[in-house]
């Protein structure tokens, strides 16, 4: 199975600040990455596919990019709305797999 | 507008059974891939079974094989999820996923908002 590692798992921040958040896959998994939001007691939503490809309807201060295995999200300038857990999750091999997650707050 | 809508989870002993179901509408389902993912409470996402379109075929996770069977229904335009032999790790919130093919790296694109299910005496 691909490991997905996450990191940090949680990281406090404030509004308008910049926020990355970093996925290492256990091999190489070219572009098979996607990233998701989840708020509490909510159902994931998906923020960006293929690593880099911004979901329809969500805002363009998330991004993604990648290096070989790392994967990075980032939302430039962080708004309350934001505050959530993000997970990446990679469709290159069966099992699907997702990072651990990552705890935004405040 | 995509909605999935899950139903069936409860309280159930260990060695029980359950059947989910996800309701499907404002697309066509028959021509997507459909998903299990669960979340145990406070834990992250893990991936339990894909169906095809068509119901042809199907994968499971290793810690669910031989347990839980997918299905689909395209007539109803409903998923299910039939679980047996049930643990304590199976408790989790379970959600229904839909892959959108042709989009790049085939992401959960629509997510339901989840059944719980607690395996518990």
């Known amino acids: 199975d691909i490991q997905m590692t996450q990191s940090p798992s949680s990281l406090s921040a404030s509004v308008g600040d910049r926020v990355t958040i970093t996925c290492r896959a256990s091999?190489?998994?070219?572009?098979?990455l996607n990233w998701y939001q989840q708020k509490p007691g909510k159902a994931p939503k998906l923020l960006i596919y293929?690593?880099?490809s911004l979901q329809s309807g969500v805002p363009s201060r998330f991004s993604g990019s990648t290096s070989g295995t790392d994967f990075t999200l980032t939302i430039s300038s962080l708004q309350p709305e934001d505050f959530a857990n993000y997970y990446c999750q990679q469709s290159y091999s069966i099992p699907w797999t997702f990072g651990q997650g990552t705890k935004v707050e405040i | 507008e995509v909605q999935l809508v899950e139903s069936g989870g409860g309280l159930v002993q260990p060695g029980g059974s359950l059947r989910l179901s996800c309701a499907a509408s404002g697309f066509t389902f028959s021509n997507y891939w459909m998903h299990w993912v669960r979340q145990a409470p406070g834990k992250g996402l893990v991936w339990v079974s894909r169906i095809t379109g068509d119901g042809s075929g199907t994968v499971y996770a290793d810690s669910v094989k031989g347990r839980f069977t997918i299905s689909r229904d395209n007539a109803k335009n409903t998923l299910y999820l039939q679980m047996h032999s049930l643990r304590a790790d199976d408790t989790a919130v379970y959600y229904c996923a839909r892959v959108e093919l042709v989009v790049a790296a085939t992401p959960f694109d629509s997510w339901g908002l989840g059944t719980p299910v607690t395996v518990s005496s």
């Open positions: 293929a690593a880099s």
């Open positions: 091999q190489s998994i070219s572009t098979y």
